[in-house]
C-alpha cells in the first residue's frame, strides 16, 4: 500500500467533508448512519413499518441491514452508531463488519449501554426497552458488545438523565474510567428537556483528575435548538459531539403531514427548490452549518432516504435562509412532548 492505512481510506471517502472529533484523535465524515430503526421490528419514526415492508424475518431485516451500510460505505460515511437496546443492529453491524473484510483503521463504531431490548422482535408490546444504568448492566452489555472490537472506539451511556443517577454512581464513572484507560472514548447521550443541565454536569466528572467523557450525543434540530450554546461550549472544551434527531424522527420531512408543520413546510419546500434538494437535506444542512455539529446521525432505513440525506454535505445555507430555519424553532417542552407522543411501528 505504501501510504498510511487511514491516507489510503482517506482517498476512498473524500467526497464527505471530514473533521476532528474533538480531542479524541478521531477524524471523521460529518455524516454518520445510525441503526435505531434498522436493528429491530419496532421503532418511533415515522412510516418505520413501511421502511421495513412489515417483513421482519430476521434474515431480511440483516440483508436490508447490510444493503444500507454497503450504500452508506460507498457514500463515503465511515462512522456507525448502535446500541445494545436496537435489537439485533449489533450482530447485523459485526456481520457485515467481519464478512466484508472492512479495516478497523477506516471504520469507526460507537455503541451504547444501559437500555436492554425487552420487545422480544415484536412491533407492538408493553416494553420495548427498559433503562437501568447501574454496574452490573454496564459490565454485561460491555461484555456483548465489544465483540464489535476492533471497530468499536467509542462507549456511551444511552440517554443518561439526572434520574437515572449515573453520573453519581461512582462505580459505574471508576469502571467507565478503567475502560477509557485501555483507550476506550466514553460518551454519553442525553435525551428530554434537561440536556443542557446533563450535559453541563458531565463537562465536570474526572475520574482520577482526568476528564471522564471524549463525547456527548445529544438530540439538535429546526424544531429543538436548546442545546445551541451548551454544545458549543462542549466542543470548545475539546469533546467530540454527535448530532442525533437531526430530522426530529420524521417530523423534519415529508411525511409530516399535520395542519401545525405545513406553514413551515412551505418554506422548507422554497429553500429545498432552490438547491434541487429534499426537505430532509435542507434540515441535515441547517445542523451541518454548525461547526460544534461534528458528526450529524441519519437515521434513514431506506436507500433512497439515505442518498437524500447525504445530499445535504453539499448545501451551504445562507444567512437569510439560516435566520428562517431558526424561527421555527419549538418551546423544548413542547418538542419533546410531541415526542413522546410518535408511536412504536
Ligand atoms: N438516546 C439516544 O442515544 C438516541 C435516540 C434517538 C436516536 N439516536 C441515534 O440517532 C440516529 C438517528 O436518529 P433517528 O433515526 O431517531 O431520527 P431522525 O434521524 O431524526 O429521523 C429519521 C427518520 O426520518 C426519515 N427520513 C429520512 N430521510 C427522509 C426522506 N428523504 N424522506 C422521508 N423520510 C425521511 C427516516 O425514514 P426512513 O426510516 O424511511 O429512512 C426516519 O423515519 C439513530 O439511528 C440512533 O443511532 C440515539
Not at 448512519?33 to 419496532?42: I, N, Q, T
Not at 444500507?68 to 460507498?74: G, I, N, P, Q
Not at 445555507?317 to 428562517?324: G, R
Request: net charge negative.
Amino acid at each position: 500500500m505504501g501510504r498510511p492505512a487511514h491516507l489510503y481510506f482517506r482517498i476512498l471517502c473524500m467526497h464527505l467533508p471530514h473533521i476532528d472529533f474533538g480531542q479524541t484523535g478521531l477524524n471523521l465524515p460529518r455524516i454518520g448512519l445510525g441503526l435505531a430503526a434498522l436493528g429491530r421490528p419496532g421503532y418511533i419514526n415515522l412510516g418505520h413499518a413501511e421502511d421495513l415492508a412489515y417483513d421482519y424475518v430476521v434474515e431480511a431485516m440483516e440483508r436490508r441491514t447490510h444493503r444500507m451500510l454497503d450504500l452508506a460505505y460507498e457514500l463515503g460515511i465511515r462512522y456507525f452508531d448502535v446500541a445494545r437496546s436496537y435489537g439485533r443492529a449489533e450482530s447485523f453491524l459485526r456481520s457485515w463488519l467481519f464478512n466484508n473484510g472492512h479495516h478497523p483503521e477506516d471504520i469507526t463504531i460507537g455503541s451504547k449501554w444501559g437500555y436492554t431490548y425487552t420487545a422480544d422482535w415484536k412491533v407492538e408490546t408493553d416494553f420495548h426497552e427498559i433503562k437501568d444504568h447501574s454496574l452490573e448492566v454496564l459490565q454485561k452489555q460491555w461484555e456483548e458488545s465489544k465483540l464489535l472490537m476492533p471497530f468499536l472506539r467509542l462507549y456511551q451511556i444511552h440517554s443518561a438523565t439526572l434520574e437515572s443517577g449515573v453520573l453519581d454512581n461512582k462505580e459505574v464513572l471508576a469502571h467507565l474510567g478503567e475502560l477509557k484507560q485501555k483507550g476506550i472514548k466514553i460518551g454519553l447521550s442525553v435525551s428530554g428537556v434537561d440536556q443542557p443541565r446533563i450535559v453541563e454536569l458531565a463537562m465536570m466528572i474526572r475520574v482520577d483528575g482526568v476528564h471522564l467523557f471524549d463525547s456527548i450525543q445529544a438530540t439538535y434540530n429546526i424544531l429543538d435548538q436548546s442545546m445551541d450554546k451548551v454544545l458549543e461550549a462542549a466542543a470548545e472544551s475539546g469533546m467530540g459531539i454527535i448530532i442525533k434527531e437531526a430530522l426530529a424522527n420524521g417530523r423534519l420531512t415529508n411525511r409530516n403531514q399535520k395542519a401545525d408543520f405545513q406553514k413551515n413546510k412551505q418554506v422548507l419546500d422554497q429553500i429545498a427548490q432552490k438547491y434541487e434538494a429534499g426537505i430532509d437535506a435542507i434540515a441535515l444542512a441547517f445542523v451541518l452549518a454548525r461547526p460544534w455539529a461534528h458528526v450529524v446521525l441519519s437515521g434513514a432505513a431506506v436507500e433512497n432516504h439515505l442518498r437524500s440525506n447525504i445530499s445535504a454535505a453539499s448545501i451551504l445555507l445562507n444567512s437569510e435562509e439560516l435566520n428562517l430555519l431558526e424561527d421555527m424553532k419549538m418551546k423544548p417542552e413542547a418538542y419533546w412532548e410531541e415526542r413522546s407522543g410518535l408511536k412504536w411501528n
